[in-house]
């Protein structure tokens, strides 16, 4: 089984910066791309930021210029570096990767971290 599990987020300024990260583990042959998105209560879950299996990022406009989106593919991992956080960056930020997974059915699917929780104070 592939789990994704994100880390990294917490509670900071307006301003500041935080770091997440997302593990990727299990039976996994090839991590084609990875992504972020986020999801603020009462809201739809929106992209934040996407990397190929290569180093090709795309940002959403809201993020792009703070936002950066790096991945170490030996580690599996994944990363979303935040920097001049604004109150409007509050929400439960979400990782994704299509993975084929490695046996026999060699499955290609999009999975989902469990998320982990940014919030940003005026």
């Known amino acids: 089984q592939v789990q994704l599990v994100e880390s990294g987020g917490g509670l900071v300024q307006a301003g500041g910066s935080l770091r997440l990260s997302c593990q990727a583990s299990?039976?996994?042959?090839?991590?084609?791309?990875m992504g972020w998105y986020r999801q603020a209560p009462g809201k739809q879950r929106e992209w934040v930021a996407s990397?190929?299996?290569?180093?090709?990022?795309n940002y959403a406009d809201s993020v792009k210029g703070r936002f950066t989106i790096s991945r170490d593919n030996a580690k599996n991992m994944v990363y979303l570096q935040m920097n001049s956080l604004k109150p409007e960056d509050t929400a439960v930020y979400y990782c994704k990767a299509n993975i084929r997974e490695a046996g026999l059915w060699n499955t290609l699917r999009d999975y989902w971290g469990q998320g982990t929780q940014v919030t940003v104070s005026s």
């Open positions: 299990g039976s996994i042959r090839i991590i084609n791309s």
């Open positions: 990397i190929s299996n290569g180093i090709l990022t």
